[in-house]
């Protein structure tokens, strides 16, 4: 589906050089439904992507992405085009996936298990058994995908941001709510994380 955009000779000079999600936005605050359905189909295989690498093979994605565009359609009145669409939405969607994740942590607290003295019992956590845990060594997509979720929420998420959304990192910062000075940190730290999870699959796969 596709917006018939307005010409260059019919838009406001202000405008012309929008990005094209902000303008799409800006159409949809003036009542064009049909910009929103192609925001949508234009940015739905993106927020997927985000929420699929940063929470994993999980039920939730589908119902988060869906949730992502109705905030993002909750939030047009008061949307101001102040850089790309993407960082905005994008933004939206590392929130949902983050709360996603901290709801289901204090889900799986409050019905740990307890002795008879009512005291908690510490389960395992299955991430700490990597080799049993990764997939086949000779798949290597696979393993990048499994060593992605070895990282903390926020270095995966700024990762699958630089290295397959192509953000550079003031934009990483604003989806995060960080500066840009904490965005090349976590970039840094996570492009080292992944280096030593995948650093010995690797050795293993020359020998």
């Not at 510490?122 to 798949?139: I, N, V, W, Y």
């Not at 940190?185 to 030593?196: F, W």
Request: charged residues 30%; aromatic residues 6%.
């Amino acid at each position: 589906m596709s917006v018939p955009m307005d010409s260059g000779a019919d838009m406001p000079a202000a405008r012309t050089s929008l990005d094209r999600g902000a303008a799409l936005m800006l159409a949809c605050q003036q009542g064009d439904q049909q910009a929103f359905d192609t925001i949508i189909e234009e940015y739905s295989s993106a927020v997927f992507g985000i929420l699929r690498r940063v929470l994993g093979a999980n039920p939730a994605v589908e119902d988060l992405a869906q949730e992502a565009f109705l905030r993002l359609y909750r939030a047009r009145d008061r949307y101001r085009p102040e850089g790309k669409l993407t960082t905005f939405l994008f933004r939206i969607a590392y929130n949902l996936a983050l709360n996603h994740i901290r709801g289901s942590k204090r889900r799986l607290e409050v019905g740990m298990p307890t002795n008879q003295e009512g005291e908690g019992i510490e389960l395992e956590d299955s991430k700490s058994e990597l080799p049993a845990a990764a997939p086949d060594r000779g798949d290597w997509a696979a393993l990048v995908d499994w060593a992605l979720q070895q990282l903390p929420e926020n270095q995966r998420a700024a990762l699958v941001f630089q290295h397959y959304d192509g953000l550079d990192l003031n934009e990483i910062g604003e989806s995060l709510g960080i500066s840009e000075k904490a965005a090349k940190s976590l970039c840094h730290r996570a492009r080292a994380k992944m280096r030593d999870i995948l650093t010995p699959y690797k050795e293993a796969e020359n020998d």
